[in-house]
């Protein structure tokens, strides 16, 4: 990671002081603002307003929400129902990624353990930094297994750049470090790879515009910012040579939720030809779930964040409305991507075909199959 990230860390937790400050990620790209959370209610508004946002990043701001409750909690059955209720509200608070529902309830179980308030939080601390440091170490494995796909790439090309297009973010903002679709392109950039990324503005809330340009600026990763219409149109001229994006949620059959507008670039990317990586650590991946289309919950956000756009406009950022003012909006979050649309799946564990087999024999403890963890695939 380059310099700058350390100092812009998403997320950063002090159980001594029961401080967990966030990076607000609504202000980037045109400011840093971090904020503190102080009670486990902060934390609810942080993940549904999008202040922390990415699958990795919200389980792991949640599950620091529950050691926020377990410190205020009281003693006794009285403490124990209000943690369980703020647990409950903790996970509710955006439907789609399943991190945040798992790593709360491995948290929630951690606290509920003990008796006594005290060690309840300090079980939850403990339970949210392992949480923590087991997805930043995930993020980081991605890298190392989609590393050689970039190298293949490369080879032959004399030092002519690898095209790669990915939509939203999912980078190291999206995850504590490194990120998931993000992390075999750092990889691959450290390696000397010479890398060009297109970067899909990723509308409604432009999150790619906003967030991953920011982080391949910082780390010095040629990128161009491209409208997400125009993904289609690169690869038609052969100007994109892979395609990887991340998943808020994956199922056992392979299909995958992500970013609305996901589908529509996997769609492009098989009548074209080109390879559709999704980059995910296993706990993304949802193995009581079989069918995507049917069985992921998409959520629907404020039709506001489609009517209105943010930006800077030369002396700070203003806020516009860009349809007439009483055009109703729709704003699902998510689309599902088709098992059969995907190339392969980059995972902490290795690269696996997005199929049922092959995803039980390399997860098998996350979906419900025979065989040991890091199986080949």
Same mark, same amino acid.
């Given at each position: ?38 009670? @486990? *209610?902060?934390?609810? +508004? $942080? #993940? ?9 990043? /919200? !389980? %792991?701001? =949640? ?60 079980? @939850? *601390?403990?339970?949210? +930094? $392992? #949480? ?9 494995? /991605? !890298? %190392?297994? =989609? ?61 790619? *515009?906003?967030?991953? +340009? ?11 910012? /491209? ?151």
């Amino acid at each position: 990671m380059n310099a700058g990230a350390s100092r812009t860390r998403p997320i950063r937790c002090d159980a001594q002081s029961g401080r967990v400050v966030v990076l607000d990620q609504r202000r980037l790209p045109h400011e840093t603002v971090f904020r503190t959370l102080a009670t @486990a *209610a902060e934390a609810v +508004a $942080a #993940i549904r307003t999008l202040t922390v946002r990415g699958a990795p990043l /919200i !389980g %792991v701001t =949640g599950a620091w929400g529950v050691f926020l409750a377990a410190r205020q909690a009281v003693a006794g059955p009285a403490g124990r129902r209000e943690l369980e209720e703020a647990a409950a509200a903790l996970a509710a608070a955006r439907p789609t990624a399943v991190n945040l529902r798992r790593a709360v309830g491995r948290t929630l179980k951690a606290a509920l353990a003990a008796e006594s308030p005290a060690e309840r939080a300090r079980r @939850a *601390a403990a339970e949210a +930094a $392992a #949480i923590e440091a087991e997805e930043i170490e995930a993020c980081r494995r /991605i !890298g %190392v297994h =989609g590393l050689p796909l970039l190298e293949a790439l490369a080879a032959g090309r004399r030092g002519a750049p690898v095209n790669v297009l990915t939509h939203c973010n999912a980078g190291r903002l999206a995850c504590v470090e490194h990120g998931t679709a993000t992390a075999p392109l750092y990889a691959a950039h450290q390696a000397g790879i010479a890398l060009h990324v297109w970067v899909d503005e990723t509308r409604p809330l432009n999150q790619g *515009a906003r967030l991953t +340009a920011w982080e391949l600026a910082e780390a010095g990763i040629p990128h161009t910012l /491209i409208p997400d219409n125009a993904a289609g149109h690169l690869m038609q001229r052969g100007r994109v040579d892979l395609v990887i994006v991340g998943t808020d949620r994956t199922t056992a059959a392979g299909d995958v939720a992500n970013k609305i507008g996901t589908y529509l670039k996997a769609l492009a990317a098989r009548d074209n030809g080109v390879p559709f990586y999704v980059a995910l650590p296993a706990s993304s991946l949802d193995g009581s779930l079989a069918d995507g289309i049917a069985d992921i919950p998409i959520e629907e956000r404020d039709p506001e964040e489609v009517r209105w756009v943010e930006g800077w406009d030369g002396r700070g950022t203003a806020r516009v409305r860009i349809c007439p003012e009483k055009t109703p909006a729709a704003n699902f979050a998510f689309d599902v991507t088709p098992a059969r649309l995907i190339t392969g799946l980059i995972t902490d564990r290795g690269l696996c075909r997005p199929d049922p087999e092959a995803i039980r024999r390399l997860f098998p403890d996350e979906a419900g199959g025979a065989g040991a963890p890091g199986a080949p695939c």
